[in-house]
């Protein structure tokens, strides 16, 4: 069974400060993304990383793809209370749909202003 | 913006019920997806759809589970007899290609079954 583990799960910060929230398989995934949960809401999706240490960046948040396409981490730079949200992290496994993502359980970020 | 929408918000209903969970997806999407996530848990794929078919679905995805696409806008997810454990959050999603890089998920029905 494939699995994502998010680090930390809870992250409250000031706002002004730095973070980085990891992405961890023992698996090979083809792609991985990365969303952004409000309650009540479904998942938005923020980026899809496809290659071995692809880095996107998205304004002050940058997403990296392990060389190794086992791993992702997202940092935000400094961070704004509008940050404030569940960030899942999710994985599309090799020989599957691209559709049927693996979902980690989510980083529960609280920004401080 | 183009968005998935799904009816109804919230559902209640008494287990060995049957139940339909609605969706549009966005128009000139392709392939769709349903999705749930019970309380405190993971996100967890349930199936995905393409050309009138299941492509894909998991162990979830039992004989209690149907999905259709009755019609050219809606697309549906059938619990024929609704047990307790099926309480959660439920998501449609669809994108244009099957590269799953842009899925778009809609808001969710949340299925409590008493």
């Not at chain 1, 002004?16 to 409000?38: A, H, K």
């Not at chain 1, 923020?46 to 002050?60: A, I, N, P, Q």
């Not at chain 2, 309380?39 to 209690?64: A, M, P, R, T």
Request: net charge negative; with cysteine.
């Amino acid at each position: 069974t494939q699995l994502l583990e998010q680090s930390p799960q809870f992250l409250s910060i000031q706002e002004g400060e730095n973070l980085t929230v990891y992405c961890n398989s023992s698996s090979v995934f083809s792609s991985l993304q990365w969303y952004r949960q409000e309650p009540g809401e479904g998942p938005v999706l923020l980026v899809t990383v496809v290659t071995g240490g692809e880095v996107k960046k998205l304004k002050r948040l940058t997403f990296q793809f392990g060389d190794a396409r086992k791993d992702s981490s997202l940092h935000i730079t400094a961070a704004q209370p509008g940050d404030t949200g569940l960030y899942l992290c999710a994985g599309a496994k090799y020989g599957g749909s691209q559709g049927n993502l693996i979902f980690g359980k989510g980083t529960k970020l609280s920004v401080k202003p | 913006e183009p968005e998935v929408t799904q009816t109804p918000s919230h559902q209640v209903t008494q287990m060995g019920q049957e139940v339909i969970l609605r969706c549009v997806p966005i128009s000139n999407h392709l392939y769709f997806y349903w999705y749930r996530q019970i309380l405190g848990q993971k996100v967890e794929f349930l199936v995905s759809f393409y050309n009138n078919e299941i492509s894909e679905k998991s162990e979830i995805f039992d004989d209690q589970f149907s999905v259709e696409r009755p019609d050219g806008s809606n697309f549906t997810l059938k619990i024929r007899s609704t047990k307790l454990e099926d309480s959660a959050m439920y998501f449609c999603a669809s994108s244009e290609g099957q590269g799953g890089e842009k899925l778009f998920f809609g808001s969710g029905t949340q299925l409590s079954v008493l």
